[in-house]
């Protein structure tokens, strides 16, 4: 059967880019050798300790009752709320005790291939800063606060983890069909803005909605989005947003449906199917979609961020 994945593939060296295939043109500093990733972590300032300390507190404020609890579990067993940033040294001992992945730090948003290296070796890439007070609320580039906090919890479930790995080897293949946007609206649908049900509740598991509050309560409990269960050949086609408020979520039944969906999915003939240009609107409602919730769109015909329009 063909995978999501390329299973003849060597995934202990990075990927060959070809030339066809295009990723944003992102300048590696002199100092990185072709991992990108830096020779040690950032000593923070008591006042990055103290942004992390703040941000954390105000994500558990809201995030009860709303989060995955495989993440809330996730949180407690890596003791992410000690104070602080956390020492990546430390963390990924403890992560590679529960399920073989560590974290490494990188200095900004990394090539895409050097990025699916990575998790095929169950390494995730973690921003090597932290935001100010001035880019307290939004801070377009993920920081170790988004990275660590974000994703790094939901790496403590095994299947998660698992499908995280799968997701990275799946990068060669996409790179060979010429697909990385379909792949990637896979990633921003699920990784980043996913949601699972839980004994008949929606809860958050994508790192974009857990480390944001406003994200958070609007996926949940805004009227304006839609919320639909996923559908792997459907999100691939789906455009995205990633500098406001999602028009659409996509849904789980669990982690492991999740994992089925896309590991056990012959990529190479839906590939072959795909177009280059995204084939419907992150706010389209189609005739496949199983509609758990059909979304006003208040907010993005309101003008979203941009216009001051309320999160409703």
């Known amino acids: 059967m063909a995978t999501i994945i390329e299973p003849e593939s060597d995934f202990s060296a990075l990927p ?11 300048r590696k500093p002199a100092h990185l050798g072709e991992d990108w990733v830096e020779p040690k972590q950032t000593k923070y300032s008591s006042e990055d300790d103290a942004i992390w ?3 954390f507190a105000r994500q558990m404020e809201v995030l009860p009752g709303r989060a995955a609890s495989a993440f809330l579990q996730g949180l407690d067993k890596l003791a992410l709320g000690q104070g602080g940033v956390p020492e990546f040294g430390k963390m990924s001992e403890d992560l590679g005790a529960l399920t073989g992945w560590s974290v490494v730090p990188v200095p900004m948003l990394i090539p895409d291939h050097v990025f699916f290296w990575h998790l095929a070796n169950r390494r995730f ?4 800063f932290i935001r100010t007070r001035e880019t307290f609320d939004y801070i377009q580039e993920p920081d170790v606060f988004h990275d660590v906090f974000g994703h790094v919890p939901m790496l403590t479930d095994p299947v998660y983890a698992d499908y995280m790995q799968e997701y990275g080897r799946a990068g060669w293949k996409a790179m060979r069909h010429n697909r990385l946007k379909a792949l990637g609206a896979l990633y921003w649908y699920t990784v980043e803005f996913g949601l699972v049900l839980e004994e008949g509740a929606l809860r958050a598991y994508g790192a974009g909605i857990l480390s944001g509050p406003t994200e958070i309560v609007f996926a949940l409990d805004a009227k304006s989005p839609n919320r639909i269960m996923l559908n792997v050949d459907r999100v691939m ?4 947003v990633i500098d406001d408020l999602q ?3 996509f849904v789980i039944e669990s982690f492991e449906d999740l994992y089925h969906q896309t590991v056990e999915r012959d990529f190479d003939r839906l590939y072959r199917s795909l177009s280059p240009a995204f084939t419907y609107a992150n706010s389209a409602v ?7 919730h059909r979304g006003t769109q208040e907010y993005l015909q309101r003008g979203g961020r941009g216009s001051g329009a309320k999160p409703v």
Request: glycine fraction near 4%; aromatic fraction near 10%; proline fraction near 16%.
């Open 286 to 292: 189609i005739d496949v979609d199983d509609v758990l």
């Open 16 to 26: 060959d880019l070809p030339p066809e295939v295009y990723t944003a043109p992102l």
């Open 53 to 55: 300390d703040d941000l």
């Open 247 to 249: 028009p659409t979520y």
């Open 125 to 128: 890439p973690a921003g090597n």
């Open 237 to 240: 086609r789906t455009d995205y």
